[in-house]
């Protein structure tokens, strides 16, 4: 396999890029493997990738039912941040952060991580307090925090509708660390990494039931026969509770669409990443130059991946009361996602109480930023049985227990957080 390199690309280049191998192999599934990762997506990928790489488990294989990152690794607006407050999730997105930090070069795949900033508007006085205490519980716990005056907002980002009689900018959080990545690229960059370590990466391979022996399950039913393993890894997003569900397994996860949007191209407008304070919209410019921006969920419970028009009219409504200039924009093309909404707005990432079954699930609206500290954690749930440091509370007794992370405070209505 070719290491990409300054080198690397000159020789091909001499050769009208015509000698570059295949990024990964396309093998036939084995009879039995180690461990399952269920799900071709950032997660599943990521996680076979450390699985690999930090404890040492080659005789891993990724199922996936479509093409690797045709999920929503593939359909995300790539945000990345780990502006979080509360225990639980401090710790566990600002590892994934550090991760993000060194990820291409670990990889050798240009994941296009962008630390260009993500700034929260603030539009009272009292969201201005919200984020101080933020900012702060953000600093105590070591993550990079800026709390910024209106006229330091109006410096940053000019296009802002600062005259704005209903939602006036009384200034607004930055994290100077965050930004966005490309989105394909961490799909395929964990591809490859894993695929060199050895995982067999499985395409139109869809798992459809679980064999169990003695109530441990031992294996996966697929549209390419049955497979055994060792241990079987669920990473499959918004799908997660059509799988549980063959087990008996009842989750608190609800799955709901979210759309996202692209504009045309335009020249460079914004150079960071922004979010309206005063309803749910966010933004950023993507280096093709289109505005690639997203709101709300639709608000219904469906395992579709596409959306309904009221919702992309509430989401200009709202872009454009930010950036007033947007109305002068056309709209190249938007799609939906499938999100797996937990009842509190955190992630699990644990055993589940049936022998050899491991689950990863409940990302919400944030699971693209946590691609490499997910796969991580889960890869060290799943070689020790045990969590890791980072997903200690993410645990999924923890709504019987009484100890939810509920972030924003919404209660447990999933559609809400
Ligand atoms: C429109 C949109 C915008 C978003 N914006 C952001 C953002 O800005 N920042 C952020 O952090 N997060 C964002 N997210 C969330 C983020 O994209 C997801 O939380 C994250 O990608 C989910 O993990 P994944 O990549 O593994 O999921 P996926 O890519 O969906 O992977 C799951 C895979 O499992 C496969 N699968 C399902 N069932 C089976 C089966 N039975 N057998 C085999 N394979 C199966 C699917 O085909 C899929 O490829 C957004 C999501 C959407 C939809």
Redesign the pocket.
């Known amino acids: 396999m070719t290491h990409y390199s300054v080198f690397s690309l000159l020789k091909n280049t001499l050769g009208g890029h015509k000698g570059w191998p295949r990024a990964w192999r396309d093998p036939e599934p084995k009879a039995r493997y180690d461990v399952i990762v ?7 990928l990521a996680t076979a990738y450390y699985l690999a790489k930090n404890h040492g488990i080659t005789n891993v294989a990724v ?4 093409y690797l990152g ?4 593939g ?6 941040r780990s502006n979080y407050e509360l225990p639980g999730n401090t710790e566990f997105y600002e590892h994934s952060l550090k991760l993000w930090e060194g990820l291409s070069q670990d990889l050798n795949y240009n994941v296009m991580f962008s630390q260009r900033s993500v700034i929260n508007l603030a539009h009272s006085d009292g969201q201005m307090d919200a984020y101080a205490r933020r900012g702060n519980r953000m600093r105590i716990n070591g993550i990079d925090s800026e709390l910024l005056s209106r006229d330091e907002v109006r410096e940053k980002a000019p296009y802002l509708s600062f005259e704005n009689a209903r939602f006036p900018i009384y200034g607004g959080l930055s994290q100077p660390r965050g930004g966005t990545a490309r989105h394909d690229a961490v799909a395929w960059g964990f591809a490859r990494a894993a695929d060199l370590r050895g995982v067999d990466l499985i395409q139109n ?3 459809t039931g679980f064999i169990r022996e003695g109530g441990r399950v031992t294996g996966v039913e697929t549209t390419r026969g049955t497979i055994m393993a060792g241990k079987v890894g669920l ?5 997660t509770t059509e ?1 549980t569900r063959k087990v008996g397994l009842d989750l608190p996860i609800e799955s709901h669409v ?3 949007f692209v504009s045309e191209g335009l020249k460079p407008m914004i150079d960071q990443v922004i979010t309206f304070g005063a309803g749910h919209f966010y933004i950023s410019q993507s280096d093709k130059g289109g505005l690639v921006f ?1 709101g709300d969920l639709d608000g219904y419970n469906t395992y579709a991946q596409r959306g309904n028009l009221p919702l992309i009219e509430d989401v200009m409504t709202e872009g454009v009361a930010m950036i007033p200039a947007l109305s002068r924009l056309r709209l190249l093309r938007h799609w939906g ?1 499938i ?1 797996d909404m937990s009842m509190d707005g955190s992630p699990i990432i644990d055993k589940t109480p049936i022998d050899g079954l491991y689950l990863n699930t409940g ?1 919400c ?7 490499p500290g997910s796969g991580w954690c889960f890869a060290h749930t799943i070689a020790r049985d045990e969590p890791s440091p980072y997903n200690t509370r993410l645990r999924l007794d923890r709504f019987a227990r009484g100890h939810t992370i509920d972030e924003k405070g919404s209660g447990p209505v999933p559609k809400k957080h």
Not at 38 to 44: A, D, I, K, M, S
Not at 63 to 66: H, M, S, T, V
């Open positions: 269920v799900g071709g997506g950032g997660h599943g199922l996936e039912r479509g045709g999920g929503n690794v359909r995300n607006t790539t945000i990345v391979c869809e798992v990473a499959v997003a918004g799908s799988l979210l759309q996202a997203g996602g999100m990302w609206y944030g699971g693209f930023k946590a691609t």
